[in-house]
């Protein structure tokens, strides 16, 4: 029989926030994917060890996700990293694949997914607290309220169109177009927050939209609010 391939959320940061079936299913597994090229350089990585110690006895497998543009080059890698968790399921293993966050919100566990899938590959994903709600917690504000619309954006294929919908908008992957995107902010009304690396030792916390660093960190999420 071939394995099930697993895409487990460890969470935004903070290794308080992880689920308890995220760290059963790593600690009921021996084999471990881990997104980048050192897993032990890997966030998600040091999220999980600190709540499954000995996921360093287990099987680590590096699966390389570039952060580039070249679709091409892009879909080569994901078939590259689908094809090495693949070998691991043809022998009857189960792989867990740890992602940062949630898996089914730009994740890139969704693009192996695929692939496998395609491949006749079973494959299952395991929530975890989503970036976004915990970056609100973190800043002691709701996302919605009453009937209030939550648009969920991805600032860095955005960063050239207009926020003019009422509501919130959640602006994740801002750090490379903060520039543009606060330039795009400063046309609205919106009450504008800024969490840099959410949870973890490094974490800011920016209040005005003035405030956020035009060199903010990569783990940089904006959450604008009507007034």
């Not at 992880?18 to 597994?29: C, G, S, V």
């Not at 504008?192 to 035009?214: A, T």
């Amino acid at each position: 029989m071939k394995g099930k391939a697993y895409g487990v959320g460890v969470g935004p940061g903070d290794p308080e926030l992880m689920t308890l079936k995220a760290i059963r299913l790593i600690k009921e597994h021996d084999v471990i994917a881990v997104p980048g090229k050192v897993c032990e350089e890997s966030v998600a990585y040091k999220i999980a060890k600190e709540n499954v110690p000995d996921i360093d006895s287990k099987t680590l497998v590096p699966i390389y996700m570039p952060m580039i543009k070249d679709r091409e080059l892009i879909k080569k890698e994901h078939e590259k990293g689908a094809k090495i968790i693949e070998e691991y399921l043809d022998q009857g293993k189960d792989v867990v694949y740890i992602t940062l966050g949630d898996s089914t919100i730009y994740c890139t566990f969704t693009y192996l997914q695929h692939i496998l899938e395609a491949d006749g590959y079973e494959t299952e994903l395991v929530n975890g607290i989503p970036s976004f709600c915990a970056a609100a917690s973190r800043l002691n504000i709701p996302l919605t309220e009453w009937d209030e619309p939550l648009h969920v954006v991805p600032a860095a294929h955005r960063s050239k169109e207009s926020l003019d919908l009422t509501g919130t908008y959640v602006l994740m992957k801002s750090a490379s177009y903060m520039k543009d995107i606060k330039g795009l902010l400063r046309e609205t009304d919106k009450q504008v927050n800024c969490v840099e690396d959410c949870g973890m030792d490094s974490e800011k916390i920016h209040r005005d939209l003035e405030d956020i660093p035009d060199d903010a960190s990569y783990f940089s999420l904006i959450i604008a609010k009507n007034r």
